[in-house]
């Protein structure tokens, strides 16, 4: 099979290149990091464990897994000999610009080039770059490895021909990719922080507790997590960015993040990330009560 690249060996990227090499692709895995490409390729090793242990594959799958992921340090290097890159850094255009400038430069001239981005512009990414009709969104969802879907995003210059190819290539991976066009949020966030930022309101206003409205969604609307456990497991600081990129893109203040989000993310409450957001992972029941200092 053809050899991909990801960028970024955080939550998103590891679990992008554990997938992609699960399925027998060679993946260079680039991080300018080298402690978190450690931590990328243990937390790999480790998710790969647990399918072992849960005899998902063999103890030889995973090994084999784990041979096919070289780690780098360096961008260009990285991506000098790959058919696909999929970035996956911080969700922050300027960085995502940079990045794509520097991919653009040092990939085969015929490699695609796609961003894990949630929000920010497919169109405006690929504007950095001198192949916009091989430039495309490939919004994984979190755990990577379990999650079916794939959300393939086309800005205004994606070719069909790449379209094709990176739907084709998500399905080589047992998932589900659904096409959508770029708009601020995509499908799935333009749906999704609303709702959060709707229950961070309701929470803020007073209507009900952290666990309360959490539960009203999971039994009242069969949500698997309730959205204030989702927003914790996503980040508050991404929820917060998607928000500010929808306010922007849409100028509509229904995407504004709502004021108790914003206190969280400046007193640095990041959800599980952090150890502490609606809910305390350090189980010191703080962070249940942080919505009360601000309402």
Do not use: W
């Not at 940079?98 to 015929?110: G, H, N, S, T, V």
């Not at 405006?124 to 919004?139: D, F, L």
């Not at 086309?154 to 084709?168: F, I, L, Q, R």
């Not at 966030?189 to 999971?218: H, Q, W």
């Amino acid at each position: 099979m053809d050899k991909i690249a990801v960028i970024g060996a955080g939550t998103m990227g590891n679990g992008i290149a554990h997938t992609f090499a699960q399925f027998g692709y060679e993946v260079n895995l680039i991080d300018v990091s080298k402690d978190n490409l450690e931590k990328g390729v243990g937390k790999i090793d480790k998710n790969l464990s647990r399918m072992v242990k849960k005899e998902k594959m063999s103890e030889g799958d995973k090994k084999e897994t784990l041979a096919r992921i070289s780690p780098h340090t360096d961008i260009k290097e990285g991506v000098s000999d790959v058919k696909l890159v999929v970035e996956a850094a911080t969700e922050n255009e300027k960085i995502k610009l940079d990045i794509f400038r520097q991919m653009d430069e040092a990939a085969p001239k015929d490699a695609i080039l796609s961003s894990n981005t949630s929000s920010i512009s497919i169109t405006r990414i690929a504007s950095a770059t001198n192949r916009p009709g091989q430039v495309i969104g490939m919004h994984f969802m979190n755990p990577v490895p379990v999650m079916k879907l794939v959300e393939v995003i086309c800005g205004y210059n994606t070719s069909d021909e790449t379209t094709e190819k990176v739907m084709e290539m998500a399905k080589s991976l047992k998932k589900t990719p659904v096409p959508a066009n770029d708009y601020p949020g995509f499908v799935a966030n333009r749906i999704l922080m609303p709702m959060i930022n709707e229950a961070i309101e309701t929470l803020y206003n007073d209507v009900a507790g952290v666990k309360e409205i959490d539960t009203v969604m999971k039994l009242g609307m069969a949500h698997p997590m309730g959205p204030l456990q989702l927003a914790d497991f996503i980040g508050l600081d991404i929820c917060h960015s998607i928000l500010e990129v929808m306010y922007e893109g849409f100028k509509d203040p229904k995407y504004a993040p709502c004021p108790l989000l914003v206190k969280m993310i400046e007193a640095e409450n990041y959800g599980v990330k952090s150890g502490e957001g609606f809910y305390d992972y350090s189980e010191s029941k703080k962070a249940e009560k942080v919505a009360s200092q601000f309402s």
